[in-house]
């Protein structure tokens, strides 16, 4: 962008010292705003040409002053390049810094990312999820090992930061640190918040992002099928912990929620809906989006089941539910007692409730989305394009309605 940029010298007749000598000063004007210095010389105001911005004649006074004042004036035009090639702004604020001799205070990147993290640690529980605190740190962690790795330095300013360094951070994740596509994806868009906060700040004037792009590969989410979840409800073990561990996992598969949102859920979310029927009504721990779901036969008989259970009385909450660690290490035991041959984990109830309880059943995907509180369409379109039995189930009507489509064609060939 250009910057316009004039220098003029001019004397302050109000300011007469006591030798009667008016001072002689700058005024560098930016783009219309301008500041104004003493150039600690002293004249007379019949010696000074206000046409010419400087001392009149050729005597030695004159050309002494008058050089001072065009190596005064070249320094204010060295000034604007250096701004230039630090790639700052050239405007009042940075030339008056600049003319003072005051350094600007570096951003370095570290540390801005350490602040943020702090500030997500403060919001969990209230706008942010542990899990994402705990991801953002593992992304300072990488951020650090790659700033050791590509440049040998602790830290960086946060202006030295290029479409270059975007390139390499993400070549680090991927060989270095042997991260897949889609989480080395995350944690450059980690990054990118801390940029997009710099840039906000008016750190960097740049977004080294301009013309980046990490693409997401979309992978099929398991899900447990029809004969999968009879399995594992027909299912009767031994062991108290596997027989609680099965009803909560099959409680989320039958209501679609996360495991951070069926364990805070209490006696208060559940209400009556627009159906005169007993809905769960609970705003996300992820997004903070609502869901609204009707509660079905199978999930209300095992909030019963559990409701005067001494964890769940204990802690004010509907289910006694165990860690998430805990969850799905018993997962897998559960697993393997039943038969099923997938790497069984909670979330994998979420991704049941979308296919094989609701979409499969034909429940619509607007209602199914607004279940699983997904902000937009797209998200619960995934779980669609998955779907090779509803698409035949589908395409059924169709085989019905063209079926004798073959012995037209022959009709007609005969014809």
Same mark, same amino acid.
């Given at each position: 962008m250009n910057t316009k940029l004039s220098i003029l010298f001019f004397v302050k007749r109000t300011k007469t010292n006591i030798d009667?000598?008016?001072? =002689?000063?700058?005024r560098?004007?930016?783009?219309?705003?301008? =500041?104004?210095?003493?150039?600690?010389?002293?004249?007379?105001?019949?010696?000074?040409s206000v046409e010419g911005n400087r001392m009149k004649g050729t005597s030695a006074e004159a050309k002494a002053t008058n050089s001072y004042l065009d190596t005064l004036k070249a320094k204010v035009y060295d000034y604007q390049q250096q701004l230039i090639r630090e790639d700052e702004l050239v405007n009042v604020e940075n030339m008056r810094n600049k003319i003072l001799g005051i350094e600007k205070r570096s951003h370095m990147l570290v540390g801005i990312f350490k602040q943020h993290n702090e500030e997500i640690k403060a919001l969990v529980g209230r706008e942010f999820a542990t899990a994402t605190y705990t991801r953002y740190e593992t992304s300072l962690k990488h951020t650090i090992e790659f700033l050791q790795?590509? &440049?040998?330095?602790?830290?960086?300013?946060i202006r030295k930061i290029n479409h270059e360094t975007i390139t390499s951070y993400e070549f680090f994740l991927k060989c270095v640190r042997k991260c897949n596509?889609?989480?080395?994806?995350? &944690?450059?868009?980690?990054?990118?918040?801390?940029?997009?906060?710099?840039l906000a700040n008016g750190w960097i004037t740049r977004d080294p992002f301009i013309n980046y792009k990490c693409k997401i590969v979309e992978v099929d989410r398991a899900f447990l099928s029809q004969d999968e979840i009879e399995t594992m409800f027909n299912k009767e073990f031994t062991t108290e912990r596997?027989?609680?561990?099965?009803?909560?996992?099959?409680?989320?598969?039958?209501?679609?929620?996360? &495991?951070?949102?069926?364990k805070k859920l209490t006696q208060g979310n559940i209400? =009556?809906?627009?159906?005169?029927?007993?809905?769960?009504f609970i705003n996300r721990t992820k997004t903070d989006t609502r869901s609204s779901i009707p509660l079905l036969p199978f999930s209300a008989a095992i909030i019963e089941k559990y409701h005067n259970h001494p964890q769940s009385s204990n802690q004010g909450r509907l289910l006694p539910i165990l860690s998430n660690q805990k969850m799905n290490s018993y997962l897998k035991e559960i697993a393997d007692l039943c038969g099923i041959h997938k790497e069984l984990t909670f979330h994998i109830a979420r991704?049941?409730?979308?296919?094989?309880?609701?979409?499969?059943?034909?429940?619509? =995907?607007?209602?199914?989305?607004?279940?699983?509180?997904h902000k937009n369409l797209h998200t619960t379109q995934h779980y669609a394009k998955i779907l090779d039995l509803k698409v035949s189930d589908d395409m059924k009507v169709l085989k019905d309605k063209f079926g004798n489509g073959k012995q037209m064609l022959l009709k007609k060939s005969i014809g």
């Open positions: 009667g000598l008016l001072p =002689i000063f700058i560098v004007t930016v783009s219309g705003e301008r =500041i104004e210095f003493s150039t600690k010389r002293f004249t007379s105001a019949e010696k000074w790795w590509k &440049y040998k330095v602790s830290d960086i300013d596509q889609n989480t080395t994806a995350k &944690y450059i868009k980690n990054f990118g918040k801390i940029v997009r906060i710099c596997l027989n609680l561990v099965k009803d909560i996992f099959l409680f989320s598969c039958f209501t679609g929620l996360a &495991y951070a949102d069926v209400g =009556i809906g627009v159906d005169s029927e007993r809905w769960i991704h049941t409730f979308a296919t094989t309880v609701t979409l499969t059943n034909g429940v619509p =995907i607007e209602s199914v989305s607004k279940m699983l509180g």
